[in-house]
Protein backbone atom coordinates (compact mmCIF):
# COMPACT_ATOMS: atom_id res chain seq x y z
CA UNK A 1 0.00 0.00 0.00
CA UNK A 2 1.10 3.54 -1.00
CA UNK A 3 2.04 5.24 2.37
CA UNK A 4 1.20 8.54 1.26
CA UNK A 5 -2.62 7.09 1.10
CA UNK A 6 -2.69 5.21 3.99
CA UNK A 7 -4.06 5.43 7.25
CA UNK A 8 -2.30 4.68 10.92
CA UNK A 9 -3.81 3.65 14.22
CA UNK A 10 -2.82 5.87 17.11
CA UNK A 11 -0.79 2.86 18.43
CA UNK A 12 1.42 3.15 15.17
CA UNK A 13 1.90 6.71 15.57
CA UNK A 14 2.87 6.17 19.44
CA UNK A 15 5.35 3.97 18.22
CA UNK A 16 6.57 5.51 15.26
CA UNK A 17 6.76 9.20 16.90
CA UNK A 18 8.49 7.56 19.79
CA UNK A 19 5.70 9.58 21.81
CA UNK A 20 3.63 8.61 25.05
CA UNK A 21 -0.21 7.94 24.44
CA UNK A 22 -0.89 10.89 27.12
CA UNK A 23 1.14 13.13 25.50
CA UNK A 24 -0.57 12.49 22.09
CA UNK A 25 -3.83 12.31 23.63
CA UNK A 26 -2.99 15.90 25.21
CA UNK A 27 -1.79 17.59 22.53
CA UNK A 28 -4.72 16.70 20.42
CA UNK A 29 -7.18 17.94 23.15
CA UNK A 30 -5.13 21.45 23.25
CA UNK A 31 -5.20 21.41 19.10
CA UNK A 32 -1.30 21.15 18.98
CA UNK A 33 -1.64 18.99 16.29
CA UNK A 34 -2.25 21.28 13.20
CA UNK A 35 -2.87 18.70 10.41
CA UNK A 36 -3.43 19.89 7.06
CA UNK A 37 -6.14 20.03 3.99
CA UNK A 38 -6.70 16.60 3.29
CA UNK A 39 -4.13 15.30 5.78
CA UNK A 40 -6.28 15.93 9.07
CA UNK A 41 -6.96 13.55 11.77
CA UNK A 42 -9.41 11.59 10.78
CA UNK A 43 -12.27 11.49 13.64
CA UNK A 44 -10.09 13.06 15.87
CA UNK A 45 -12.36 12.52 19.60
CA UNK A 46 -15.34 11.19 18.58
CA UNK A 47 -16.98 8.74 20.39
CA UNK A 48 -17.04 5.32 19.23
CA UNK A 49 -14.60 5.90 16.79
CA UNK A 50 -11.25 5.12 16.34
CA UNK A 51 -8.61 7.88 15.51
CA UNK A 52 -6.54 7.55 12.21
CA UNK A 53 -3.70 9.67 10.75
CA UNK A 54 -1.93 10.41 7.39
CA UNK A 55 1.52 10.26 7.17
CA UNK A 56 2.13 13.56 6.96
CA UNK A 57 0.48 14.06 10.47
CA UNK A 58 2.84 11.22 11.94
CA UNK A 59 5.40 13.28 10.42
CA UNK A 60 4.14 16.21 11.90
CA UNK A 61 3.92 14.91 15.49
CA UNK A 62 7.41 12.62 15.69
CA UNK A 63 9.38 15.84 14.33
CA UNK A 64 7.28 18.27 16.96
CA UNK A 65 8.04 15.29 19.40
CA UNK A 66 11.43 15.77 18.75
CA UNK A 67 11.81 19.19 18.38
CA UNK A 68 10.35 19.12 22.31
CA UNK A 69 12.99 16.65 23.55
CA UNK A 70 15.59 18.90 22.72
CA UNK A 71 14.07 21.81 24.66
CA UNK A 72 12.32 23.60 21.80
CA UNK A 73 8.52 24.55 23.21
CA UNK A 74 5.21 22.92 22.09
CA UNK A 75 3.54 25.48 20.61
CA UNK A 76 7.05 26.65 18.21
CA UNK A 77 7.68 22.47 18.15
CA UNK A 78 4.36 21.90 16.23
CA UNK A 79 4.89 24.80 14.06
CA UNK A 80 7.71 23.67 12.54
CA UNK A 81 6.48 19.85 12.74
CA UNK A 82 3.56 21.34 10.77
CA UNK A 83 5.99 23.49 8.24
CA UNK A 84 7.85 20.43 7.42
CA UNK A 85 5.32 17.46 7.19
CA UNK A 86 2.62 19.76 5.35
CA UNK A 87 4.85 22.21 2.76
CA UNK A 88 7.43 21.49 0.13
CA UNK A 89 8.74 22.47 -2.94
CA UNK A 90 10.68 21.06 -6.02
CA UNK A 91 13.55 20.00 -4.16
CA UNK A 92 11.80 18.67 -1.24
CA UNK A 93 7.94 17.01 -0.80
CA UNK A 94 5.95 17.29 2.41
CA UNK A 95 7.05 14.90 5.02
CA UNK A 96 10.44 13.90 3.33
CA UNK A 97 13.57 14.51 3.41
CA UNK A 98 15.47 16.07 0.07
CA UNK A 99 16.38 13.28 -2.29
CA UNK A 100 20.12 14.50 -3.03
CA UNK A 101 22.63 13.01 -1.18
CA UNK A 102 22.52 16.22 1.01
CA UNK A 103 21.44 16.33 5.06
CA UNK A 104 18.05 17.67 5.74
CA UNK A 105 18.38 20.02 8.05
CA UNK A 106 15.12 21.51 10.19
CA UNK A 107 16.47 24.94 11.77
CA UNK A 108 14.29 26.65 14.50
CA UNK A 109 14.29 29.72 16.45
CA UNK A 110 11.25 30.62 18.17
CA UNK A 111 8.16 30.84 15.81
CA UNK A 112 10.49 30.81 12.73
CA UNK A 113 12.01 27.35 11.12
CA UNK A 114 13.73 26.72 7.96
CA UNK A 115 14.58 23.58 6.30
CA UNK A 116 17.77 23.13 4.22
CA UNK A 117 20.16 20.53 2.49
CA UNK A 118 23.70 20.68 4.12
CA UNK A 119 26.49 19.18 2.26
CA UNK A 120 29.22 18.32 4.43
CA UNK A 121 31.71 20.59 4.24
CA UNK A 122 29.85 23.47 2.80
CA UNK A 123 28.85 26.31 5.28
CA UNK A 124 25.36 27.44 5.35
CA UNK A 125 25.17 29.14 8.91
CA UNK A 126 24.81 32.34 6.97
CA UNK A 127 21.79 31.44 5.17
CA UNK A 128 20.48 29.39 8.21
CA UNK A 129 20.68 32.85 10.31
CA UNK A 130 19.02 34.92 7.27
CA UNK A 131 16.32 32.99 6.77
CA UNK A 132 15.14 32.43 10.34
CA UNK A 133 15.49 36.23 10.92
CA UNK A 134 18.61 36.60 12.49
CA UNK A 135 18.28 35.13 15.93
CA UNK A 136 20.43 34.96 18.73
CA UNK A 137 21.02 31.24 18.48
CA UNK A 138 18.45 28.04 16.75
CA UNK A 139 18.40 24.38 17.60
CA UNK A 140 18.86 22.09 14.47
CA UNK A 141 17.34 18.59 13.80
CA UNK A 142 18.76 16.68 10.95
CA UNK A 143 15.79 14.94 9.52
CA UNK A 144 17.09 12.17 7.44
CA UNK A 145 17.07 9.72 10.78
CA UNK A 146 13.98 10.92 11.95
CA UNK A 147 12.29 10.04 8.28
CA UNK A 148 14.19 6.90 8.87
CA UNK A 149 12.57 5.74 11.82
CA UNK A 150 9.10 6.92 11.50
CA UNK A 151 8.78 5.19 8.09
CA UNK A 152 10.05 1.64 9.04
CA UNK A 153 8.27 1.80 12.10
CA UNK A 154 5.35 2.22 10.02
CA UNK A 155 6.29 -0.72 7.83
CA UNK A 156 7.89 0.77 5.03
CA UNK A 157 11.24 0.74 3.66
CA UNK A 158 12.40 4.41 3.72
CA UNK A 159 14.59 4.58 0.15
CA UNK A 160 11.50 2.58 -1.22
CA UNK A 161 9.30 5.45 0.11
CA UNK A 162 11.74 7.93 -1.29
CA UNK A 163 11.69 6.23 -4.76
CA UNK A 164 7.60 6.11 -4.79
CA UNK A 165 7.67 9.87 -4.07
CA UNK A 166 10.16 10.77 -6.80
CA UNK A 167 8.33 8.52 -9.48
CA UNK A 168 4.95 10.11 -8.03
CA UNK A 169 3.55 13.35 -9.71
CA UNK A 170 2.10 15.00 -7.09
CA UNK A 171 1.24 13.41 -3.17
CA UNK A 172 -2.08 14.68 -2.19
Known sequence: M????????????????????????????????????????????????RRSFSFHNVME????????DIGVDLSDAFRAGAMFAHTGDES???????TTQAYTLLCVAGNHSHVV???????I??????ALHRPLGFVVLQMNPLFDRVTAALGYHPEEVLDLARNQETIK
Not at 61 to 68: E, F, N, R, S, Y
Open 2 to 49: NIFYAQFSTGQVLKAADVTNASLQSWIRRGAIIGHKGHEIENPGSPGY
Open 125 to 130: LANIRL
Open 117 to 123: AWEPGTD
Open 92 to 98: RLPGLPF
Open 61 to 68: IATAKALI
